[in-house]
């Protein structure tokens, strides 16, 4: 017996063009799976053109998008909340990283400046004790006579003392003021410093000149009154260089308009030795002399004038590095 048109199963038949198949749409077993994207089918609240095939509508309905868009706004919160965490934990390392090198470069920099302080100490006892006890001692220019060992210390002691306290200060306090200071006083001893190095071996020749006739002049003050300084220094560099005179022991006669030199200039000291004749005096020129020592010594001079400069250089990348990271401490950390 044959079927009719109307028993054939849903299943068969071509979907028609408003979608209403009331089997399929309602009572077919892919019904719920449909509905998870917004659409029970057709005839349900007014839902006319949809498609037969779930998952496949172009327009969800306005459950499904509420569903949709819902759950994601805590979860850009929570992200968002997490990033700020990130961040600021990201600033707190580097700022307790930034605190970690500040006071590793302060406690550097306190150290060498107490050494400088220190150093600056003893310079300023030693040029008081030559003060007290020689007088103006190693005094040999006469156009210059407060320009003396003794004083040349006092006053280097002095102002290495004052830049020490100054550096000292500002590492311990973390004062941006007093330790640029410190840099701007240390970097000008050390132009002024290479500038005098630089006037004196492009002027040599000037300056030997000058004076070789300057401590001839000196030489006139010898043994007076208020000039223990200067007889003292010539007499132990005769003493020790074994010489006699700037240029030559001639140089004594026309200080004492006589054939005479100082006793210190006597192969062997006695008194009044220097009335004797020139055989037993010695016949180097002390100018020469200690020029000479000075340039067999050049070595250990460079040595100590490089020392002395690494240590400035030194003292100035403390202080530099010390201000920066005070900067950045009271700029990212405050």
């Known amino acids: 017996m044959r079927r009719s048109s109307t028993d054939e199963s849903t299943y068969r038949r071509s979907p028609s063009p408003e979608g209403k198949e009331p089997g399929f749409a309602r009572g077919g077993p892919f019904r719920r799976c449909s509905s998870l994207y917004g ?137 941006k003021c007093l330790l640029l200071t410190f840099f701007l006083l240390l970097l000008l001893v050390l132009l002024l410093e290479a500038t005098i190095a630089v006037l004196f071996f492009a002027y040599t020749d000037k300056i030997d000149r000058y004076a070789q006739q300057d401590l001839k002049k000196g030489l006139h003050l010898y043994g007076t009154q208020g000039n223990v300084g200067l007889t003292n220094a010539w007499s132990i560099i005769q003493t020790d260089f074994r010489c006699c005179g700037v240029s030559n022991y001639t140089d004594w006669f026309e200080v004492y308009n006589a054939t005479r030199v100082p006793d210190s200039c006597c192969l062997e000291f006695s008194d009044s030795c220097g009335l004797h004749a020139p055989g037993t005096w010695w016949k180097a020129p002390c100018y020469e002399t200690v020029k000479s020592w000075l340039q067999e010594n050049l070595l250990a ?34």
């Open 301 to 334: 001079v460079g040595i100590f004038g490089l020392c002395t400069a690494l240590v400035q250089i030194l003292g100035l990348t403390f202080a530099m590095t010390m201000y920066c990271q005070v900067v950045k401490a009271d700029t990212y950390c405050a």
């Open 39 to 175: 659409r029970a089918g057709a005839g349900e609240a007014g839902d006319a053109g949809g498609g037969p095939f779930f998952g496949l509508h172009s327009n969800p309905g306005p459950k499904a998008a509420q569903a949709r868009y819902t759950s994601p706004k805590g979860n850009k919160y929570v992200v968002f909340y997490l990033d700020l965490s990130f961040i600021f934990l990201l600033e707190l390392k580097r700022c307790s990283m930034a605190r970690g090198c500040l006071q590793g470069v302060k406690y550097l920099m306190f150290a060498f400046n107490l050494l400088f302080w220190l150093g600056g100490c003893g310079v300023l006892g030693v040029g008081v004790w030559l003060a007290a006890t020689q007088g103006s001692f190693a005094t040999l220019s006469s156009s210059f006579p407060s320009l003396s060992a003794a004083n040349l210390l006092i006053v280097t002691g002095t102002f290495v003392m004052a830049i020490g306290f100054v550096g000292c200060i500002g590492a311990l306090k973390e004062n």
